[in-house]
């Protein structure tokens, strides 16, 4: 075992901010497994690929032998597991994707993990660490005048795609207990902030709207999300790898309860300032049908991470939401590469083979 650790899904929205803000904080290697889906962009990591320490690997969590071999070669001290389709629409519509890589996927990275862990030494087993990053999701919905989610609160998904990742959390529970896979859950909010894919509420609703099209907002629009800025997440992450202790789950939120249309009007009014052509952006407001199933509010309680490693988030929605309207302004290129293709042009040219593993 090294110092090294593996990253899976380090393409997607989370997990390639947290790539980013790993090699901005330290030099320990990284190693991004990636199937690279609809959702994930090599692009966002380009700057990345002839730094030292960094390492792609294009592969499937549910390829049992590619995830066995790479970890025997590689020898990590910890993985670190985003991989997961997360989009509650498109679950709904289509659910055995979600089966298939939330479910299933875990499954293999567990099978590989237990086997792997056979190889140790008891301190290199004490010292290895299996990060499992799920979401809120798990617990359902809350009422108005319900208390904040807990760790404790008893698990009640209502889409496919909550129902997977409460499966793959009670996957890594049990590996815990019957196998002493020393593994971590941690279960966040919505998280925004850069490289988030334009399918997601205010990713969608900031490109809608400077291109002038309707800003569809399910039912009343008073579905209450607590928004969690994706860099305070990443410290959140990075703190519960180092200190964190196996078989223990840490909710991370960012305390910032928000209905929907609240955060629809509020990137429209920054938008009308930071764009102003096509102001008012609220026009552009429109309400549609609720989507089936639609959790009605969501809220974490965070004290346990606080009381315990520390952790509480530095970033207030009102703050998160201008640096994410800011970026995707500047970043018109990144945005036009995810939403018109170019960057599978890109993956192509870069990284034509399956499994190999570049900028080693």
Known sequence: MNETILVTGGCGFIGSNFVLDWFGTTQTPLI??????????????????SKPGYSFV????????????????????????FAAESHVDRSIVGPEDFIQTNINGTFTLLEATRSYLKTM????????????????????TLRPEDPAFREDTAYAPNSPYAASKAASDHLVRAYV???????????????????????????????????????????????????????????ALRLVLEKGAPGETYN???????????????????????SPQGAPHARLISFVQDRAGHDRRYAINAEKIKRELGW????????????????YLANREWVRGVTSGDYLKWLETNYATRGAVCAE
């Not at 294009?58 to 597991?81: F, N, W």
């Not at 030494?121 to 359902?140: I, M, Q």
């Not at 207990?177 to 941690?186: E, F, N, S």
């Open 32 to 49: 991004n497994l990636d199937k690279l889906t609809y959702a994930a962009n090599p692009l966002t990591l380009a700057p990345l690929q």
């Open 252 to 274: 991370v939120g960012g305390s910032n309860e928000r209905a929907n249309l609240t955060i629809v009007r509020t990137i429209c009014a920054l938008l009308d300032e930071l």
């Open 312 to 327: 509480q988030p530095s970033v207030s929605v009102e703050q998160g939401l201008r640096k994410t309207v800011e970026w």
């Open 177 to 235: 207990h019957t196998y002493k896979v020393p593994a971590i859950i941690t279960n966040c909010s919505n998280n925004y902030g850069p490289y988030q894919f334009p399918e997601k509420l205010i990713p969608l609703m900031i490109e809608s709207a400077l291109a002038g099209k309707p800003l569809p907002v399910y039912g009343d629009g008073q579905q209450v999300r607590d928004w969690l800025y994706v860099n305070d997440h990443c410290a």
């Open 58 to 81: 294009h592969g499937d969590i549910c390829d049992r032998e590619q995830v066995t071999r790479l970890l025997y070669d590689k020898q990590p001290r910890a993985i670190l597991h």
């Open 121 to 140: 030494s008891a301190a290199e087993h004490a010292r290895f660490r299996f990060l499992h990053v799920s979401t809120d999701e798990v617990y359902g």
